[in-house]
Structures are given as structure tokens and as C-alpha cells.
């Protein structure tokens, strides 16, 4: 008969609905060693939906905010990855919240194991798929900004998750972000190297250009030449996210002219030329055609941008009168036109 193999890094795990409650009991355990042994095999459990909303619901999130605080480094690490596994779920994400887990959770922003910070940024990320999750983040607007200009080494995705939240918590509230230089520390990430970093600054910049004060600073900034720059790059969402901070700046008088300065138009107009013979690429590079749309909508209301435009009306006729269009992408061009041919 062929021997068990036990693995000593696991606790052994009760029957039935005995085991989570025997785990969460070894979790208050003083030896680190069971702690982990605990943290390891509910990492493992909770993959499982049905044990992940049994751990919530038997108030797992309680003991898990005082471990986040343990002596113990790789307690620490263990604890964040078994939050983030939670926060895959609603009901994670909430219990997170209710437990007032966040504050200790953001204080390993700042640790020196990468895995944490890691698992750390994963579970904030996952907290702002909830309204309430936003709201409760806004307070560390300023310090995630501070943490993207200190941190210029740490990984891509580390990176990445960090500019989604933020993007995230900009869209609901510009404010912290516009008073602690945010466009500025998000410009500087538009020329990254890794196209998921200038994707994800582009779609914060985007957030930030909505408000009227957002919109100011773009057109103040050296922000709009890289935007612009932008247009020509490998990644179509790239090149839309651009395209949609572009627009938005172009709302105001002076966002209009600095983009006519900067010769925007005949880049939207040449991303309108293109034909796409992939179906793929083409719905992927709808958002970017609407977009360019609008934002030539918004440079028709300026004379310079009008006398240009009308000579394209082929085009943007093309755009809006095509049955195999996409419908929005239909319904932007043929309001592109009606601004470049409006007349008093």
C-alpha cells in the first residue's frame, strides 16, 4: 500500500464544515508556522466560490486585517494573496470594506516584497469594480500618485494595476489627483515602453480631461504633443484613449487651437482613411473611429478647423452613409457633418 504524502506546508483540513472554521482558528495561532501552514491552505480552499463566500461569511476578513500587520513576512505575503483571491468576489469586496481592511491593506503599498505589493495592488484593483470600493480609495489618490513617480523600476504589472486604479478614481473624482500634479506624473508614463502602461495613463489622462479643470492643464502641459504622438502607435487602444483626451480637450476654445497648432486633423482624418479588412481589428478600432469622430466634431466648431474639414466631406460622408457601418460610428460622422456644414 502506497504511503500518504503530506505536505508540510499545508494544514490538514477538517471534514466538511469543519475545515474553514478549524483554519480560521489556526490563524490566531502564536506559531507563525501554523499561521502560514493556515494562510496556505485557505489560499487553496477559497479558489473554490462556494468556499471563498463561506470564509466571508464566517468573518475570515476580521483575522485577516491583523494579519496584514504580522512580524512574520511571508504571514503578510500569504494574507494578501488570500485577499486578493476574496476580492474576486462581491462579497470579498464588500466584507473588505466593512472590515476596515483597507487601511492596513494600503500600508503594504510600501513593502519591500514584491509578491505583496504585488498581491496588494491586485486586491485594490479588484475593490474598484465596486462603487463603494472607488469611494473608499479616493483618500489614496495622492499617495498612489507619489508611489508611480518612486516606484520607476517596479514590474509592468505592478505598473499597470496601479495606473487602472488610479484611472478609476479619477473618473469618479478628478480633484486629489489635479491638486497633486497628476496630469503631469500620468504624462510622463505615456512614453513607457510597455504599451499596457501607455494604455492605461492614457485612459487616466482621459478620466482627468473630462473635468473643465482637467481640460486646462492638458492644453497648459506639454500633455497634448504626446497625445497626439500617441495617434501613430502600435496599440489601437492606445490610439484610442488618446483619441478620447484629445476630444475632450478639444471642447474648450483653447484645446481647439492647440490642437490645429499641433496638425491633429490630418492624423484623425488619416485613422478615418484606413480600411480594416480584419473583423477583429475593426471592432477593436471602433472606439478609436468614434472617438476621432467626435473630436473632429469639436475642431469643426473652430473657422481654421472648419476650412479643412469641409474639403473632407467625401469622407466623413463615406463614414455616415456606409449601411455596414457600425451604428455609432455612423451616427458621429453624420454629426461631424452637420457641424462642418452648419451655417448661420
Not at 81 to 88: D, F, K, S, W, Y
Not at 154 to 171: D, F, H, K, P, Q
Not at 198 to 224: F, H, P
Request: hydrophobic share 45%; aromatic share 2%.
Amino acid at each position: 500500500m502506497a504511503a500518504v504524502q503530506i505536505d508540510p506546508t499545508r494544514a490538514p483540513v477538517a471534514f466538511g464544515r469543519w475545515a474553514l472554521p478549524r483554519l480560521a482558528r489556526e490563524l490566531r495561532d502564536p506559531d507563525p508556522v501554523t499561521r502560514r501552514r493556515a494562510l496556505a491552505t485557505l489560499c487553496d480552499l477559497v479558489r473554490e466560490p462556494e468556499r471563498a463566500y463561506e470564509a466571508v461569511r464566517g468573518g475570515c476578513m476580521e483575522q485577516l486585517k491583523l494579519l496584514l500587520r504580522d512580524e512574520d513576512l511571508t504571514v503578510r505575503r500569504k494574507t494578501t494573496e488570500l485577499i486578493h483571491l476574496l476580492t474576486a468576489h462581491s462579497v470579498g469586496r464588500q466584507a473588505l470594506l466593512c472590515a476596515g481592511a483597507l487601511s492596513p491593506l494600503s500600508e503594504l503599498l510600501y513593502e519591500s516584497d514584491a509578491p505583496c505589493r504585488l498581491n496588494v495592488h491586485r486586491a485594490l484593483n479588484r475593490l474598484t469594480l465596486l462603487p463603494a470600493g472607488v469611494e473608499a480609495l479616493l483618500p489614496l489618490v495622492p499617495r498612489l500618485l507619489l508611489l508611480l513617480q518612486e516606484e520607476e523600476e517596479n514590474e509592468e504589472e505592478e505598473r499597470v494595476l496601479l495606473l487602472s486604479t488610479l484611472g478609476r478614481c479619477v473618473r469618479l473624482d478628478a480633484a486629489s489627483a489635479l491638486l497633486c500634479r497628476g496630469v503631469s506624473v500620468l504624462t510622463r508614463q505615456l512614453s513607457h515602453s510597455s504599451a499596457a502602461v501607455r494604455r492605461e495613463a492614457a485612459e487616466a489622462l482621459n478620466a482627468a480631461s473630462v473635468s473643465a479643470q482637467g481640460k486646462r492643464e492638458v492644453c497648459e502641459g506639454a500633455v497634448l504633443p504626446v497625445l497626439v504622438e500617441l495617434l501613430s502607435d502600435g496599440d489601437i487602444d492606445v490610439q484610442a484613449n488618446a483619441a478620447a483626451a484629445i476630444m475632450n480637450t478639444a471642447v474648450i476654445t483653447a484645446g481647439k487651437r492647440r490642437c490645429l497648432e499641433l496638425g491633429v486633423l490630418p492624423l484623425l482624418l488619416a485613422l478615418l482613411s484606413e480600411e480594416e479588412e480584419d473583423e477583429g481589428r475593426r471592432k477593436r478600432r471602433k472606439a478609436l473611429l468614434v472617438y476621432s469622430l467626435r473630436a473632429l466634431s469639436c475642431l469643426a466648431e473652430h473657422p481654421a478647423g472648419r476650412r479643412l474639414l469641409l474639403q473632407q466631406l467625401p469622407l466623413l460622408s463615406r463614414r455616415g452613409g456606409e449601411e455596414e457601418e457600425e451604428p455609432e460610428i455612423r451616427r458621429a460622422a453624420q454629426t461631424a457633418i452637420q457641424v462642418v456644414t452648419w451655417k448661420p
